[in-house]
């Protein structure tokens, strides 16, 4: 399988513990998201990485929230003291940087963290 | 970034047409409209993409007027399976793939 892969798929934690995600994208792309998704709602945009570097994160991303991408290869998303509001699906997709069109991403099928 | 809206939900029966319509009135010069299907418990998958005009491909049409402020995915004879969320999205050529999903159309097809 050669699409984005995300682990774990499901992680349930108690509160106040740390967990963290790992996302590999797409081998040749050199763009990677993370986006938060609760029940009913549309994705929300958390960060992006171009190559390893980390071009821009959103405000919903606070201090207990970092993301990595070693290498400008796989990504990790960690989250401290985990808190009952951030039990929601976590998505990552990759892109390639395109000319001439809009970006098109492929997503994960996502890591569902429960905060207990 | 350009925030879209479109309706709710929508129910269909198979074998019907479905078009769902979208309103992007901040779009951009460098913006393009693309849409997204999503299954419960998947990541959303890419539907189809256009710039002006009329764009079709194997699973659907996209349709943009003129002054590209709105735009309508038509689904072709829909079947049960393709119960589920649409997102249209604006996504620039430049910025990567930051955009706002909004909380889509959730599309149900009856029997």
């Keep these: 399988d050669t699409g984005v892969s995300q682990n774990p798929r499901h992680k349930i934690t108690k509160r106040g513990q740390n967990v963290t995600f790992r996302c590999d994208p797409i081998s040749e792309h050199n763009r990677l998201y993370w986006y938060r998704q609760t029940l009913g709602q549309g994705p929300e945009f958390l960060t992006y990485f171009q190559n390893e570097a980390q071009l821009e994160k959103s405000r919903l991303l606070s201090d207990r929230f970092s993301a990595e991408r070693p290498k400008g290869s796989f990504s990790t998303l960690e989250i401290q003291r985990t808190e009952q509001g951030d039990s929601a699906m976590y998505l990552c997709a990759s892109s390639l940087r395109e000319r001439g069109r809009g970006t098109e991403a492929f997503f994960g099928q996502g890591t569902r963290l429960t905060v207990v | ?111």
């Design chain 2, 1 to 111: 970034l350009a925030k879209t809206t479109q309706p709710i939900s929508m129910d269909s029966y198979e074998g019907q047409e479905v078009n769902i319509t979208c309103s992007h009135n901040n779009i951009a010069t460098n913006d393009y409209i693309t849409w997204y299907q999503q299954f419960p418990s998947q990541g959303p998958r890419f539907i189809i993409q256009g710039y002006k005009t009329k764009v079709t491909n194997e699973v659907a049409s996209l349709f943009i007027p003129a002054d590209r402020k709105s735009s309508t995915l038509s689904l072709p004879r829909v079947s049960l399976s393709d119960t589920a969320v649409y997102y249209c999205l604006v996504v620039s050529n430049t910025g990567g793939f930051k955009t706002i999903f909004g909380a889509g159309t959730r599309l149900f097809v009856k029997a």
